[in-house]
């Protein structure tokens, strides 16, 4: 094609006489893009986010946000007659009286689990790759907004419906508010428009679950794509990759088309969910009462952690002065979310702080080249987890036969031994794995050929590794480590005199110290030492 | 766009919009627009591979056609109605919609992997910061405009602005005044303590049915029976602080937290609403008297007061005084003596204060 198209020719001047879109293309149609399969996970959410905004706005052509009373005259049979609210009537009719609506409302709610799902596996590469360092930390910040809002997306939405379930939700919500200190009678109130339930909350979270926050959440996907492209995308250690390139598929036309292939799977994939796999059965339900619940109520499952938070927590409660507070509601429901994304939030700026790291980063790390940071995750990943699967001790506890209140006690006590086993074994684990990188590029790669030397000996040939392994290995960044060191008068450096001070060149120290620095290339005269350093179980020659 | 790249003041060097290679270099480092076969880092696909994978997209494309005219026609040809019928348009829709999806997308990703070229083109990166000319620049053109404005020199005008500012900020707040009534003291008290139409005391009914219920029927000690105020059978804002559980015990099973004056012939009336955050405590197990909400595991000994033996729920269960009318029905004596449901920042230990007016 020697050029292009009348259509897309015409269009394109038109266009550029007006806006000069031609140098904004000019920049970006070629635009690289590196190529890692964790690089995907945070394209699930968007996909996912994409997919509800349009089966969302399906919904709302029927659903309607009221909790006035009707009676359900519509096809599903178990139900007829039955008095419910108009917000459940209009659900049953979506579900039963529109065609495709069944559909869309199931694809609704997988996405909406995919999307939290796909935001936390994509914060989880980052952080553990280290890509929210400089100069990423506001788009990293973004991102754990967009997952805060993501679960108050989801908790508005899945009270919607007003079945049984939901009303459970809403309910355990309404308890919460109303133990908030010297507010949250007040907060119960004004949310509910008086006593729980009352007859606005419905539409009020329609009205925050459809517009509101899909209104911020867009202007802040938006914001964190704009900075992902301005900054450029982090690449993983390889071959010619430096902390000065990028290198990988140009926008135009291969990631194009990559992208739109896997927008086209993640919906394909959560259209085989929603037609095979049945969510939220609200016909089973039934309309919501107060004085009613099922057993095995359970949250969508990013709201699991709290759940069991709620679960895990004794009976403490204060009374002082005529006034209450609920220490088993208030601890559960605000500190492990706030130790999370608090944590979260600031980690870039603790890990800066404690390194002393004022320079940019576009190589992501390999976890194992970080330890303490990788295991500073995965202890955050058990504490969450813990709290997430006790969130539903009592279905292990009817599915496992074990005794409830055990299950209890075992959460109360792993939620705090749990993240400090993890965190050492995670730890023992990177050292591990470094030793063992640092042995392949040393001694190379077993080749299973064995040799018998002239004095009798058999060794096992080691060749060099294949040079992209070798590459990726290589691509290990020391962690720097603030001068703390006294000088030649014994005097410390002016940062490490403090208390604070010398904590933190003593966190410094653990955190950046390299136990296992790569010796490259040195095939003969490393050996031995080597040997002694990998251990007597690692030898791999034959004496 | 963003191509302010001279300082007319200045001779300094011409600087770059951020991200983009320097303007005397190519567009993409190592790749002309036009990129001729054989270009480093544009690894050109084999053409028979090619041919052969064309065929495969194309038969990809061809499903994707199919299914997704296979849902439009499941659209037209199965109705709903019937939970049945329902089921089958679901199947059929969502069967059709998936496969286009899928197909299309397979066949896209062929096309990427088999017929475009591999590409391991290089792109060079630069820092984020602008340089300091730029920086200085920028800091000159903002205290020249500040100076020019006035505001930093117009004392009067800055404070009357922020003054001008602070009532209108707080307007969204106070507008959001009227989204629901104070709670004056409405937590404190429930529909058993409201007083009938005939004056009489205020009959327990059966959740769902609104039988009343007589003290003599109700006979069967480790039943459990959800009731609720005649009259609010069906008003959820009541029901959602009146519920109750009835219970029936052998006079030597009552232990000492239960109230027995609140109490007729071995019946016991509990607030069903957990005093944790407040789901309907519903679940009973019989041989150990043990109440159990199923949100968070609050276990209630029912015998004992409803005294809180496990879980998160810091108080017990509120008991209702109940008696009988002439006829012999379940009725309120009164109110609840303290707050039911989940704690709040007001309540104060109500259980103490109930004790001392007894006493």
């Known amino acids: 094609m020697n050029a292009p198209p009348k259509a897309i020719a015409g269009v394109s001047t038109f266009v550029d ?10 920049r970006n149609l070629r635009k690289i893009f590196p190529d890692h399969w964790s690089f995907l996970l945070g394209e699930i959410a968007l996909y996912s986010f994409v997919i509800l905004l349009l089966t969302g706005t399906f919904l709302t052509f029927w659903f309607k946000p009221g909790m006035g009373e009707v009676t359900y005259t519509g096809n599903y049979a178990p139900l007829y007659g039955v008095k419910m609210s108009e917000a459940y009537a209009s659900a049953l009719h979506i579900s039963f009286d529109v065609r495709g609506g069944l559909l869309m409302r199931q694809i609704h709610h997988w996405a909406a689990l995919l999307f939290v799902g796909g935001m936390t596996v994509h914060m989880l590469r980052i952080f553990f790759t280290g890509a929210y360092r400089k100069p990423r930390e506001l788009n990293w910040i973004i991102g754990i907004l967009l997952l805060s809002l993501a679960l108050l997306e989801g908790l508005t939405g899945y009270s919607l419906p007003d079945d049984l379930l939901s009303g459970a939700g809403l309910r355990i919500t309404q308890g919460v508010a109303q133990s908030i200190p010297i507010v949250g009678t007040y907060v119960s109130f004004f949310l509910f428009g008086g006593e729980y339930p009352g007859h606005d909350v419905i539409s009020r979270f329609y009205s925050i679950h459809i517009l509101l926050i899909p ?182 506890s009817a599915n496992f036969h074990l005794d409830l209140y055990t299950t209890t006690w075992f ?120 040997h002694a350093g990998v251990g007597a179980g690692d030898r791999k020659e034959l004496h | 766009m963003t191509e302010q790249n001279e300082y007319p003041e200045s001779g300094r060097v011409r600087t770059r919009v951020l991200g983009t290679p320097p303007a005397d270099a190519p567009i993409v480092d190592s790749d002309p627009i036009h990129a001729p076969e054989g270009v480093p880092g544009v690894i050109p696909q084999d053409p028979v591979k090619a041919r052969k994978a064309e065929r495969l997209v194309a038969l990809l494309f061809l499903i994707a056609f199919l299914a997704g005219a ?158 609720v105020p005649e009259g609010y059978e069906e008003d959820l804002n009541a029901l959602a602080k009146a519920t109750l559980i009835l219970l029936k015990f052998r006079p030597e099973e009552i232990k000492s937290g239960t109230n027995l004056n ?54 017990p269960l509120p008991q209702l005084p109940i008696g009988i009318d002439e006829e012999g029905y379940l009725v309120a004596k009164s109110d609840f003596k303290v707050p039911v449901g989940p704690s709040f920042w007001e309540r104060g230990d109500a259980e103490a204060e109930a004790r001392e007016n007894a006493s």
């Open chain 2, 70 to 227: 296979g849902f439009i026609a499941s659209y037209v040809i199965f109705q709903v109605g019937t939970i049945s019928k329902t089921a089958t348009s679901n199947l059929a829709l969502g069967g059709t919609l998936a496969l286009a999806l899928m197909a299309l997308a397979a066949g896209l990703t062929v096309w990427v992997r088999q017929i475009m070229p591999k590409y391991n083109l290089i792109q060079e990166r630069h820092e984020m910061r602008s340089d300091d000319g730029t920086r200085e620049y920028v800091k000159e053109t903002f205290l020249q405009g500040a100076d020019e404005s006035g505001f930093v020199k117009h004392k009067l005008l800055r404070r009357t602005l922020l003054l001008a500012a602070a009532p209108l900020g707080l307007l969204p707040l106070v507008l959001l005044k009227d989204l629901g009534p104070l709670p004056g003291t409405s937590l404190r008290h429930t529909v058993w303590g409201e007083p009938t139409k005939n004056g009489k005391p205020r009959r327990l009914v059966v959740e769902g049915t609104g039988q009343p219920i007589r003290a003599a029927d109700f006979n069967s000690p480790g039943g459990i029976l959800s009731v």
């Open chain 2, 262 to 315: 609140w109490t007729h012939d071995g019946i016991v009336a509990y607030s069903k609403i957990c005093t944790h955050v407040g789901c309907p405590a519903a679940l009973y197990e019989q041989t150990t008297h043990h109440i159990l909400c199923p949100c968070h595991q609050s276990t209630f000994d029912a015998a004992d007061g409803a005294r809180v033996v496990f879980g998160p729920a810091a108080r």
């Open chain 1, 17 to 26: 006489d007006r806006i000069g879109a031609g140098n904004f293309l000019k």
């Open chain 1, 215 to 396: 209104g911020i959440l867009l202007a802040l996907v938006s914001a964190h794509m704009i900075l992902m492209w301005v900054q450029k995308h982090t690449q993983m250690p390889g071959k010619n990759r430096t902390e000065k390139n990028v290198v990988g598929a140009p926008f135009y036309p291969a990631f194009m088309i990559k992208s739109g292939a896997f927008f086209l799977f993640t919906f394909g994939v959560i259209a085989l969910l929603g037609t095979f796999a049945q969510i939220n059965p609200i016909w089973l339900f039934g309309p919501y009462t107060p004085a009613d619940i099922s057993a095995g109520s359970q949250p969508d499952w990013y709201m699991g952690f709290l759940e069991g938070a709620l679960r895990l927590m004794p009976s403490w409660e204060i009374n002082f002065l005529d006034h209450t507070v609920t220490l088993s509601v208030l601890i559960p429901a605000l500190v492990p979310l706030g130790i999370v994304m608090t944590g979260l939030a600031l980690y870039p700026f603790l890990e800066q702080w404690i390194t002393g790291d004022r320079r940019e980063h576009h190589v992501a790390d390999r976890p194992r080249n970080n330890p303490h940071r990788t295991a500073i995750g995965i202890s955050g990943m058990t504490f969450y987890g813990l709290l997430w699967l006790l969130g539903a001790n009592d279905e292990l």
């Open chain 1, 411 to 530: 959460g109360r006590i792993a939620v705090f031994v749990g993240p400090a086993i993890a965190y050492w074994i995670t730890y023992r684990m990177c050292i591990g794995l470094q030793r063992k990188d640092a042995e392949v590029l040393s001694h190379g790669v077993e080749s299973g050929v064995i040799k018998r030397l002239p004095n009798g000996q058999y060794i096992e040939v080691h060749t060099p590794p294949a040079e992209d392994i070798a590459e990726h290995i290589r691509g290990k960044k020391e962690i720097p480590v603030l001068e703390s060191a006294e000088d030649g008068e014994g005097i410390p450096p002016k940062g490490a005199r403090s208390a604070i001070g010398r904590l933190r060149a003593k966190m410094s120290q653990a955190y950046g110290t390299d136990r296992v620095p790569l010796t490259d290339g040195h095939h003969e005269e490393a050996h031995e030492e080597e």
